[in-house]
């Protein structure tokens, strides 16, 4: 069965971090483009982080460059989002995509349109 699968989220304390995991089953993640979007409640979807193919570049929008971060473990099949110094204003449901054709990078990484498979997404939430 094609499936992503988050987890790792929940609720932290400002300036905490937290490691968000996508994992793959019923194909090698290896083999695609990944992207990490997010949505808080009443906002639009963001597209915050992607990591190519190879696994040799990733993207970053501007309100989390910096302090995320994203890694593959391929015998895994699993891709890390590090969150690190995490704000209120990060809090949101967090979910993974993959782009639905192998071994290809999209020219526009951070938009949802790029991807076909979405995750059901891993809740995160940072408050005192």
């Known amino acids: 069965q094609w499936q992503l699968v988050e987890s790792g989220g929940g609720l932290v304390q400002p300036g905490a971090s937290l490691r968000l995991s996508c994992v793959a089953s019923g194909f090698t993640l290896k083999d695609y483009f990944i992207g990490w979007f997010r949505q808080a409640p009443g906002k639009e979807l963001e597209g915050i982080s992607a990591?190519?193919?190879?696994?040799?570049?990733?993207n970053h929008a501007d309100s989390v460059n910096g302090p995320f971060s994203l890694s593959r473990d391929n015998a895994k099949n699993t891709v890390y989002l590090q969150m690190d110094s995490l704000q209120p204003a990060d809090t949101a449901l967090y979910c993974c995509a993959e782009s639905g054709r192998p071994r290809w990078n999209p020219t526009s990484p951070l938009s949802d349109y790029e991807y076909a498979y979405w995750g059901q997404g891993t809740q995160v939430s940072v408050s005192l």
């Open positions: 990591i190519t193919y190879g696994g040799h570049f990733t």
